[in-house]
């Protein structure tokens, strides 16, 4: 998945597709200023936001969201707000874990009562200053969303491979060929894959595969093909 290298000065001095967005290879590593420590925070704190917005350990559609404004390295960053697949909570089919978080986001930054208070104006132009941290690898709806907001960085852990090779339904469009068609999107996003993705693939393996453990708090169903939280008959 990690195919391309490139230092941002050479993003920023050519204009050919293959250019318009950078793919660390070493999820390890330091990029803009941010350690993998602060990487691996904030990917938990992806991870985290689905019990806090699901209120269960074991939500089936485990796709969770954090954005974060990096833009003082000094310290971990700031959380502007979280997300999480809301499709069976809300009925609406597009409302996965990044398009909530960026929806939550907006609310957020131009909340006329709140922290920001922005216009929407700069409510748009403030996402360039944003990092989206999302536990699975965004479909290409979430990645072609990600563009438009024109997002600092985008970070996802899981891949769509492993998705696909656990069972999972996905469009096969990775991120990669969505960023490298939206070249001509200003500003560019710089995306780093598999970061803590040993953390985050479990998440994602229990759904299609009876015989990998339940999340904790969660235990089998009768016919054993899904987790439910202990005598609760519901997925999320
Ligand atoms: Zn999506």
Same mark, same amino acid.
């Given at each position: 998945m990690? /195919?391309? %290298?490139?230092?941002?000065?050479l993003l920023l001095c050519f204009s050919q597709p293959i250019l318009s967005s950078t793919v660390f290879p070493d999820p390890a590593l330091t990029v803009n200023g941010i350690p993998f420590s602060t990487r691996a925070h904030w990917m938990r704190r992806a991870n985290e936001a689905l019990g806090e917005l699901t209120h269960s350990p074991c939500p089936f559609a485990a796709f969770g969201t954090a954005i974060v404004n990096h833009t003082d390295t000094n310290g971990l960053g700031d959380l502007i707000c979280i997300g999480v697949n809301q499709n069976r909570q809300t009925g609406n089919p597009a409302l996965h874990g990044e398009i909530a978080a960026i929806t939550n986001c907006t609310t957020v930054?131009?909340?006329?009562?709140?922290?920001?208070? /922005?216009? %929407?104006s700069e409510a748009q132009d403030a996402f360039a200053d944003l990092t989206l941290y999302t536990n699975a690898e965004s479909c290409p709806m979430c990645a072609s969303a990600i563009r438009w907001a024109g997002f600092r960085e985008y970070v996802y852990g899981t891949s769509i491979d492993t998705l696909v090779q656990n069972g999972w339904s996905q469009i096969h469009i990775s991120s990669l060929e969505v960023f490298q068609a939206s070249w001509d999107l200003s500003p560019q996003t710089l995306f780093m894959g598999d970061v803590l993705a040993n953390e985050t693939d479990p998440y994602f393996l229990w759904q299609f595969d009876p015989t990998y453990p339940c999340p904790d708090g969660c235990s089998r169903s009768g016919n054993g093909t899904r987790c439910r939280v202990s005598m609760r008959d519901e997925l999320k």
């Open positions: 990690h /195919l391309v %290298t490139l230092p941002v000065a930054l131009t909340d006329p009562h709140g922290r920001f208070r /922005l216009t %929407t």
